[in-house]
């Protein structure tokens, strides 16, 4: 998924107040998969799926 599609999936959750994963956390989250080659995570109770679009690059 390009940066400019998440950024407006982003700014679609906000608006409509639903929980997302903090900067913060996504970019910790995103080191640790690097940093242990992680390949398989299965995503639970997402509203937007924020997490899967921004590691995984699926367009949608």
Excluded: C, Q, W
Excluded at 3 to 8: P, T
Excluded at 18 to 35: A, G, V
């Amino acid at each position: 998924m390009d940066d400019i599609k998440f950024k407006e999936i982003k700014k679609k959750a906000l608006e409509d107040h639903i929980p997302i994963i903090m900067d913060d956390t996504l970019s910790f989250l995103d080191n640790m998969l690097l940093e242990k080659h992680i390949e398989n995570i299965l995503e639970i109770g997402t509203a937007v799926r924020i997490f899967f679009y921004m590691f995984f690059k699926i367009s949608s």
